[in-house]
């Protein structure tokens, strides 16, 4: 089972970035999916969440209205639109799927992690 995060880069301020996260090994289309990222020296936080169906979403509230998590089933596969983008989004993002449906903060609730992309927002 392998969760393969894509789509990280250098940015300047304000630019967007488009991350995917493709599943193989099994379908996670039961399982809600998450998003996560790591700054240096920093603990990992949430940043959105996404239920099974793509009917309900959850966001940090500092990605609110900035970041949008959005699955396609059929293609295993979750996304995570970032806009006007700030340096201190700056971050190593992971994708990881959830042993519930519903979408959940909850990091413990997370069973399956991806390695990991980075995301650079230069000044």
């Known amino acids: 089972v392998q969760l393969v995060e894509s789509g990280g880069g250098l940015v300047q301020a304000g630019g967007s970035l488009r991350l995917s996260c493709a599943a193989s090994?099994?379908?996670?289309?039961?399982?809600?999916m998450g998003w996560f990222r790591q700054a240096p020296g920093k603990e990992r936080e949430f940043v959105a969440a996404i239920n099974w169906s793509g009917g309900s979403t959850l966001y940090a509230d500092s990605v609110k209205d900035q970041f949008t998590i959005s699955r396609d089933n059929a293609k295993d596969t979750v996304y995570l639109q970032m806009n006007n983008l700030k340096p201190g989004d700056t971050a190593v993002y992971y994708c990881a799927a959830s042993r519930i449906g519903y979408r959940t903060r909850h990091l413990d609730e997370y069973d399956y992690w991806g390695q990991g992309t980075q995301v650079t927002v230069s000044s």
């Open positions: 090994g099994r379908t996670f289309s039961r399982n809600a």
